[in-house]
Structure formats: structure tokens, C-alpha cells
């Protein structure tokens, strides 16, 4: 069962280059195809720039797509508006990044939570104080926290404050965008183990947005590599992380610290830096700085193709590219 299609989802960025000069376009995500499935983590990966946040925030409507459909069981979230767009986001919510930012300072702890349901006209007062204090422990902090402001929290305790206003119009769509990179390592797989334990208890899908392929590893069933606005490589997470297939997904494990101190990993040292989204390259996006890459890779651009049973990549050799140990 499918919670949320996302199909051929492209974004597009125009950028102005003065009052009536015409300006060049920023394709952000291109051609952006998957599912969510109801009490599962799908894992969005790769570098900064690499259009991953862009992707999620398009998919909730936080942003507006150039084109594709975000299906919402069959209702298409990128046609809806007014009351309907709002009703709809009572069903996707999102934790952001930076835990401080994204909460309003100048409300409570229990405001903050409160808010959404009032947005929403969910229960009564009383009903919304009770749902505000059970939010709260489920998050690990307590009713007595509610009075308090965001400036008296910890950042561990602001993410759990921001996990907890998400979850309060019981959302079935949660969206982690870059939601433990800000923590230190501590903290981390403090939320980390909060969102599973909530994941578990609620049967929400999540979208785990992340740059740490570590963090990943860790949370998700699938996963979805992502460069330069395209999937280059999708697969469940055990097979993606034991068998990459894709030069690029190479390249991001090898920075990977290794813990077997006697069989260390190669590192793949990737040249030249990301090409600009303003101007892709033609082929293969990734074809100037891939180690393995041919003639061909600068003139044909790959399809997301299955290479193996469930196992997509973008990549004119794929299953024939020998993995570093």
C-alpha cells in the first residue's frame, strides 16, 4: 500500500539578470520518481546543492513544482488549493534542520505544538492542552516543559519540540529534512531512536532527507541516491549499502570511516568539484569527475534503469564497475 506517489517531479528556479533582461533557469530536481509506504523510511541521500531538500519541499507544496504529480492517495497535491491544500497538509508535515529557526520564538513550547491544531480547527481548548501534554512525553520531555520558550531548550530538546509539533494533527507523512545534522553525535541517535520508536508506535512513512550515509544506513528501508537534480542509484538499503552500483554511490561509501582498522577501505577521490545546475553537462551529469568514466558517458545521458531485482542506477556500466574494498 502506497501513502504518497511522487512521479516525474521536476522543479525548475528562474533567475532574473536584471529588469528586462531575460534570466537563465536552475533545474533543481529533475524527472523525480518515488513511493512512500505507510510505517517506512525512505532514505533521500547525496551532497549539498544536490536538489534532495528541493525534492521534499516540492512534494508537501512548500515550494511549487515545474512539473509531475504528487499523488495523495488519488488526489494530486500539486493541483489543490485553498481549504483543500490546507487539509491536505494536516497529512504531510515536515521537521527542518536547524531546530532553533524553525520554531517560533516568540511562543511556548506548548504553543508551538498547539498551533498546527488551531490552524487546522482540531478539537477544543481543553482537548488541545491534552493533546499539547501527551505530545510532549511522547517526545521525552515533560507537560512542565510546555511553558517554557525555545531559547530554554537544549538543540537536542528543540528537535524533540519540533518532531512534536509535527506529529500533532497525526500526520501519516513525515519529512526529516537534514532533521539530526545540526546535533552532535550524542544527540543524534537520541532522535534518531525517538523517530523510530514513534515510527513504530504511529505506522507513519517518512522521508529521511540526509547528506550522513551513515544516518541512513541506520533508519531506512529503502534508499534513493541523488545527483545534481536526478536519481543516479535506488535500492532497499541492505542491498545499496552490501553492492552500490553506481560510480557516485562508490564514491560517497568510500568516505566512509572504516572500523575494521586492518582492512581499511579505499577511498575514491572524486576530481574537479559538482557542474552547476544552471548549466548541466550533456550525457551523464557526473561523467567529468567519474574515475571510470568513457566516451560515451559525455555524449549519451543514462536512464534509472533495474540492473538487479529492485536495484535501479543511471550509469552506462552499471554491475560491471568493480567496488574498491
Avoid: W
Avoid at 70 to 79: A, C, S, T
Avoid at 86 to 109: E, G, W, Y
Avoid at 140 to 155: A, C, D, K, R, V
Avoid at 289 to 312: N, T, V
Wanted: charged fraction near 20%; proline fraction near 6%; include cysteine.
Amino acid at each position: 500500500m502506497t501513502v504518497l506517489s511522487v512521479r516525474n517531479l521536476s522543479v525548475e528556479f528562474g533567475i532574473r539578470r536584471g529588469l528586462f533582461r531575460k534570466g537563465r533557469v536552475v533545474r533543481a530536481v529533475q524527472d523525480v520518481s518515488f513511493d512512500l509506504i505507510p510505517g517506512t523510511t525512505l532514505g533521500l541521500v547525496g551532497e549539498s546543492g544536490c536538489g534532495k531538500s528541493t525534492t521534499g519541499l516540492a512534494a508537501m507544496r512548500l515550494i511549487d513544482a515545474h512539473a509531475g504529480k504528487v499523488l495523495f492517495g488519488d488526489r494530486d497535491i500539486l493541483k489543490l488549493q485553498g481549504a483543500d491544500l490546507r487539509q491536505m497538509r494536516s497529512k504531510i508535515q515536515i521537521v527542518f534542520q536547524d531546530p532553533f529557526s524553525s520554531l517560533n520564538p516568540r511562543l511556548t513550547a506548548a504553543g508551538i505544538i498547539a498551533e498546527p491544531l488551531e490552524i487546522l480547527g482540531v478539537g477544543t481548548p481543553g482537548t488541545r492542552r491534552a493533546r499539547v501534554d501527551e505530545l510532549l512525553m511522547q517526545v521525552g520531555l515533560s507537560p512542565e516543559h510546555g511553558g517554557l520558550f525555545p531559547h530554554q531548550f537544549s538543540g537536542g530538546q528543540r528537535q524533540r519540540l519540533g518532531i512534536a509539533r509535527a506529529l500533532a494533527p497525526d500526520p501519516e507523512i513525515l519529512i526529516c529534512d537534514e532533521a539530526v545534522s545540526a546535533l552532535d553525535v550524542a544527540i543524534q541517535a537520541q532522535v534518531l531512536n525517538l523517530l523510530a520508536r514513534l515510527q513504530a508506535n504511529r505506522g507513519f512513512a517518512m522521508l529521511f532527507i540526509s547528506h550522513d550515509l551513515s544516518v541512513v544506513r541506520h533508519v531506512s528501508d529503502e534508499v534513493i541516491v541523488m545527483y545534481l537534480g536526478r536519481i543516479v542509484e535506488r535500492a532497499n538499503a541492505k542491498t545499496l549499502f552490501d553492492a552500490p552500483l553506481h560510480p557516485y554511490t562508490m564514491a560517497l561509501m568510500s568516505a566512509i570511516p572504516s572500523r575494521d582498522l586492518d582492512r581499511p577501505s579505499t577511498r575514491i577521490r572524486l576530481q574537479g568539484d559538482v557542474a552547476s545546475p544552471i548549466n548541466v553537462p550533456s550525457g551523464c551529469a557526473f561523467h567529468n569527475r567519474c574515475p571510470f568514466a568513457q566516451a560515451r558517458c559525455s555524449k549519451e545521458r543514462p536512464e534509472l534503469e533495474q540492473i538487479r531485482d529492485g536495484h535501479y542506477a543511471a550509469c552506462h556500466f552499471a554491475g560491471r564497475i568493480e567496488r574498491p574494498l
